[in-house]
């Protein structure tokens, strides 16, 4: 099968691609994986390490072709506050439960998460449903989550499809009870990122 072993970032190539796969935020973290183009090219994705694929990328093929990776709209609530140190507080309550966030200039995005949204508007700011790419701020901790992820843990759920979450437990601090604490992530999630190196 037609092998594609590099990625090359959006804006770094040029000319018209071979084809297109069109993936969603969890599908674009890989590292092998048979993909199909919208326009029915087949090839296997062949990577030396599990990549972050952002819209606009490139998988180079064996043969010197590109295909375009195209970012899927997804259902998201984009959080506005009256002020930046409204925002300001919002991401940290975000960033405080490990939510993959998007940063924009005077925004943040997340996937639809009705438990956070609410918390959101508990803390005084405007939360506004809407479908597009999701582009969350990268690092070690997206790569952690991933691995935890690929490796068929269930800690988080982001699409939330089940009635409770475990976001459930204290909507408004994280400052509960310590079966649950910060070592219990940050010793989970340090541990699944050594593991896939």
Avoid: C
């Avoid at 709209?73 to 960033?95: C, F, K, N, Q, S």
């Amino acid at each position: 099968m037609l092998r594609a072993d590099r990625v090359i970032a959006a804006g770094a190539w040029s000319g018209e691609p071979a084809d297109s796969v069109v993936l969603d935020f969890d599908e674009r973290y890989r590292r092998r994986f048979v993909m199909t183009g919208v326009g029915g090219l087949a090839f296997l994705l062949d990577l030396p390490e599990a990549a972050m694929l952002r819209g606009g990328d490139g998988l180079k093929l064996e043969d010197g072709r590109i295909v375009e990776v195209l970012a899927a709209p997804e259902p998201l609530a984009e959080i506005r506050a009256a002020d930046p140190l409204g925002l300001m507080r919002v991401a940290w309550h975000l960033g405080n439960r490990h939510l993959p966030t998007e940063l924009m200039p005077k925004a943040l995005r997340i996937r639809r998460d009705a438990i956070i949204e609410d918390m959101a508007k508990g803390l005084g700011a405007r939360v506004i449903a809407l479908e597009a790419p999701f582009n969350p701020e990268g690092g070690a901790y997206v790569k952690a989550e991933q691995a935890a992820h690929d490796d068929g843990h269930d800690h988080h759920d982001y699409d939330h499809d089940h009635g409770q979450s475990h976001h459930d437990h204290d909507r408004y601090s994280h400052g509960h009870d310590q079966r649950h604490d910060h070592d219990h992530h940050d010793r989970e999630h340090h541990d699944h990122g050594h593991q896939r190196g």
